[in-house]
């Protein structure tokens, strides 16, 4: 029983030679890991596939209506630009002045 122990103990170190031999005889290079989050290679990347969405018919009345209320806005903030515009500023009132200190 010994021996059949000593038997499969010598063919897997036997095994495990010869695939530590084929591992060092091909020029493979481990590259080490650096920090930070991994790189992508072309092969990781998948295909991104493109759903088509279907797109919503708007009535042309719908897009008259909106169209409309664009032109409304625009000229609300027109017209409070131009309020603003002409606004008067009242004048700053006039520093008194300091009478000057006898030497």
Do not use: F, H, Y
């Amino acid at each position: 029983m010994l021996k059949d122990i000593l038997a499969a103990i010598d063919s897997e170190i036997a095994r495990l030679e010869q695939a530590k031999a084929l591992l060092s005889a091909s020029d493979v290079v481990v590259a080490r890991r650096k920090p930070g989050r991994p790189g992508t290679t072309a092969s990781d990347i998948a295909p991104k596939v493109q759903r088509t969405r279907k797109r919503r018919k708007m009535s042309a009345e719908a897009r008259e209506r909106i169209r409309q209320a664009q032109i409304k806005r625009w000229a609300a903030q027109k017209g409070a630009l131009k309020a603003n515009m002409n606004a008067t500023v009242a004048p700053l009132p006039k520093a008194k002045k300091k009478p000057a200190k006898a030497a």
